[in-house]
Structure formats: structure tokens, C-alpha cells
């Protein structure tokens, strides 16, 4: 059984901070990219960051950048979405996702990942 599932969200009031994880289990971190993705009620799903099989290489939303920090822990078959000075606008469902392969590379459309965890809320007050 393959799964994906997010923790750490919650309420924090604006400017604070949340990591979320995403542990894996069915199968390792390590042959996959992985994307946090989010979705606020009425919009459309937001690609945030993601990294690369071996952490070596990034991308992140301009919407996020500056504030939030993806990694992944192979070791621990988990990822982390440090996510400092939230704003209200940052309320929404965070989604982690891994891709199909490995690459040195990743990108942050939906359409580069297969396989998509439960998702977790995050909420900031004003």
C-alpha cells in the first residue's frame, strides 16, 4: 500500500510559523520528486515548491519565496515545508506529492506528480 500523509498544519495568527511533513510509507522518498502544492475554498491548486531526488535542486512560487523552505530527509522517508511569516493569504489545504521518477530536476505543475497525499489545513489569522 502506497500513502502519503501530511501533518503539521493548524492555526497560527500572521507571521508566525508551521512546518508541515509529509511521511511516506509503500515505498522510499528517494526515487521521487516531491512538490507541496495548496488550495484555497474557490481557487485553484497552487504548486508552492518542490525539490529534487537528492535535495540538490529547488523551485518555489513567487507567492511563497523568501518564507517558505522545502527539504527532505531520505534517511527518515519524510519532507518538511518550513513555512515562516504566514499571512492570511497563505490559509488554504497544503498537498504533498511525489513524482514517478527521479530527476535532478523538478518543476511545479500538478501535472509532474502521480501519486498525492490527504492534505492538511493551515488557517492564519489576521
Known amino acids: 500500500q502506497l500513502q502519503l500523509v501530511e501533518s503539521g498544519g493548524g492555526l497560527v495568527q500572521a507571521g508566525g510559523s508551521l512546518r508541515l511533513s509529509c511521511a511516506a510509507s509503500?515505498?522510499?522518498?528517494?526515487?521521487?520528486?516531491i512538490a507541496w502544492f495548496r488550495q484555497a475554498p474557490g481557487k485553484e491548486r497552487e504548486g508552492i515548491s518542490c525539490?529534487?531526488?537528492?535535495?540538490?535542486?529547488?523551485n518555489y512560487a513567487d507567492s511563497v519565496k523568501g518564507r517558505f523552505t522545502i527539504s527532505r530527509d531520505n534517511a527518515k522517508n519524510t519532507a518538511y515545508l518550513q513555512m515562516n511569516s504566514l499571512r492570511p493569504e497563505d490559509t488554504a489545504v497544503y498537498y504533498c506529492?511525489?513524482?514517478?521518477?527521479?530527476?535532478?530536476?523538478?518543476?511545479?505543475?500538478?501535472?509532474?506528480?502521480?501519486?498525492w497525499g490527504q492534505g492538511t489545513g493551515v488557517t492564519v489569522s489576521s
Open positions: 509503500g515505498f522510499t522518498l528517494d526515487n521521487h520528486v
Open positions: 525539490i529534487s531526488s537528492a535535495g540538490g535542486s529547488t
Open positions: 506529492a511525489l513524482s514517478a521518477y527521479g530527476s535532478a530536476w523538478c518543476y511545479l505543475g500538478f501535472y509532474e506528480y502521480d501519486y
